[in-house]
């Protein structure tokens, strides 16, 4: 009997369109948060927001990622700060794409895509360098090396501050650096006396 109900079972889903029966003549739509393959982020100027801290090495359970860093001159810039990531490798070999890399990276600079087509035809193809991870120059970008474009000094170039010292108006906010601004909720009535507040 539960033979014939197992029988049951796999006649009844035989037939059945399937989620995966139009790959991959027509593209595979992921979710918004998949966890695809790695890129490594630039900030607006080009400069590259990896500063080779090798955090997300640290952070891999399958010891995937490889990180050397080097420090940034004044003649050869790749990263505002000090330091950049001179190699970076990541083996999608060994990668299990659980996004704790990302977690850990301080600057935002590596993130995950939604790409997923990742197989090949030699195993030498699925160790990406850094400049297959880089993400691509957009129009008012400047490949590295090249000096600091976004500020005068590093305050300057990730507080996002005016050069001028005064509102930074740019970006709509109300002070210096300040790039979104949320008003304070009112305080509930009856707050102030609440027995026991630090107030």
Partial sequence: ???VAGFGVTF???????FTEDYPTKPKITAPRFHGRHQLNRWPDGLEKCVGCELCAWACPADAIYVEGAANTEEE?????ERYGRVYQINYLRCILCGLCIEACPTRALTMTNEFELSDTSRASLIYEKDQLLAPLLPDMEAPPHPRRLGEDEEAYFRGL??????DTRTGGEGPGRRHHTPTPPEPAGAAERPGGDR
């Fill in 12 to 18: 009844k889903t035989m037939f059945r369109k399937t």
């Fill in 1 to 3: 009997m539960d033979a």
């Fill in 77 to 81: 810039r790749y990263s505002p700060g």
């Fill in 162 to 167: 005016p050069t001028s010292g005064g509102a």
